[in-house]
């Protein structure tokens, strides 16, 4: 079962992930969120960065913006995943154990968080 996102933290990373067919729409949903909630809205990568098996967008956000946030990115993403973690300063636990999906998970490349 894909593991759902709860507010226990203080602070979220929640990455939009789309492809070239549907990069206007995860972009436009960024730009909204940035927008409507005040998150900070990173770059729209057309390309993999970090452990990020697809091309993606980063918002960031805290405790008291997730109850409204996650709720309106599960309504508004359509088809695409989002991954959701928590900022504790582990990257690897934030990465596994801290985090959660909206849609269909993907294997992120964990490698990355090892020496």
């Known amino acids: 079962m894909t593991k759902r996102p709860i507010n226990s933290y203080d602070h979220y990373h929640a990455h ?5 067919s549907s990069v206007a729409h995860a ?7 940035g927008d409507r909630f005040g998150v900070k809205v990173g770059r729209v ?8 098996p697809c091309w993606s967008c980063q918002l960031a956000f805290d405790h008291a913006q997730f109850d409204e946030v996650i709720p309106w990115l599960e309504k508004n993403r359509g088809h695409l995943t ?11 636990e934030d990465h596994t154990t801290h985090a959660s999906w909206l849609g ?12």
């Open 104 to 115: 269909n998970p993907v294997a992120l490349n964990l490698s990355i968080f090892r020496a």
């Open 82 to 92: 989002v991954f959701v973690h928590a900022l504790t300063g582990n990257d690897l």
């Open 16 to 20: 939009v992930y789309f492809d070239e």
């Open 27 to 33: 972009s436009s949903i960024c730009q909204e969120a």
């Open 45 to 52: 990568h057309q390309k993999l960065v970090g452990p990020h």
